[in-house]
T-cell receptor
Framework: AQSVAQPEDQVNVAEGNPLTVKCTYS??????LFWYVQYPNRGLQFLLK??????LVKGSYGFEAEFNKSQTSFHLKKPSALVSDSALYFC?????????????FGKGTTLSVSS | GAVVSQHPSWVICKSGTSVKIECRSL??????MFWYRQFPKQSLMLMAT?????????EQGVEKDKFLINHASLTLSTLTVTSAHPEDSSFYIC??????????????FGPGTRLTVL
């Protein structure tokens, strides 16, 4: 079965410190992986994606993610957290369904950055 | 580019009434649109996939007669919640894929519609 796991419901980090939001996946074939961020009562904003190529992907707002095929992980990272990074983060994988392709989302991780 | 809008952004209705939510791709043609439902502090649950000019494909457990989806053009899909009840209260988000070439079609998300059924 195709799935995405975000093992942490919440990640707390102090402003200026590095942050990591974890994601592991299970999918047949080559994975297409994504990170989105959601602010309260808003839709999803795209951060970055991995399709092919370099395992380290750089995205919006200083975020990056590392694709690790052997560990089936795609952790989101940022070297120095900002209070404004506090939001709900979703990892997603493109999967095949009866309609073609769709995104399967993890349950989300709430990032809280304290000043 | 690749902007998706939803209307309305929020709606409050009485139990038993029907509510229509629009999803539009503003600057690109979308062959496929997706409808998601999100409960507070939970993940997005795919409800259905809508291809232009054909019937929507619903995920298991989603009532097609309850959630009517129409995708009449390459820029518009609508979700109608029929005979809404309080348990239908949720945040509904649509996304759309572009007609750009290649094997990968990125999804672009709308801002969501907050539905509250009294």
């Amino acid at each position: 079965a195709q799935s995405v796991a975000q093992p942490e419901d919440q990640v707390n980090v102090a402003e200026g410190n590095p942050l990591t939001v974890k994601c592991t996946y299970s999918v047949s074939g080559n994975p297409y992986l994504f990170w989105y961020v959601q602010y309260p009562n808003r839709g999803l904003q795209f951060l970055l994606k991995y399709i092919t190529g370099d395992n380290l992907v750089k995205g919006s707002y200083g975020f990056e993610a590392e694709f690790n095929k052997s560990q089936t992980s795609f952790h989101l990272k940022k070297p120095s957290a900002l209070v404004s990074d506090s939001a709900l983060y979703f990892c997603a994988v493109r999967a095949l369904n009866q309609a073609g392709t769709a995104l399967i989302f993890g349950k989300g991780t709430t990032l809280s950055v304290s000043s | 580019g690749a902007v998706v809008s939803q209307h309305p952004s929020w709606v409050i209705c009485k139990s038993g009434t029907s509510v229509k939510i629009e999803c539009r791709s503003l600057d690109f043609q979308a062959t496929t649109m997706f409808w998601y439902r999100q409960f507070p502090k939970q993940s997005l649950m795919l409800m259905a996939t809508s291809n232009e000019g054909s019937k929507a494909t619903y995920e298991q457990g989603v009532e097609k007669d309850k959630f009517l989806i129409n995708h009449a053009s390459l820029t518009l899909s609508t979700l109608t919640v029929t005979s809404a009840h309080p348990e239908d209260s949720s945040f509904y988000i649509c996304s759309a894929t572009s007609l750009r070439g290649g094997s990968y079609n990125e999804q672009f998300f709308g801002p969501g519609t907050r539905l509250t059924v009294l």
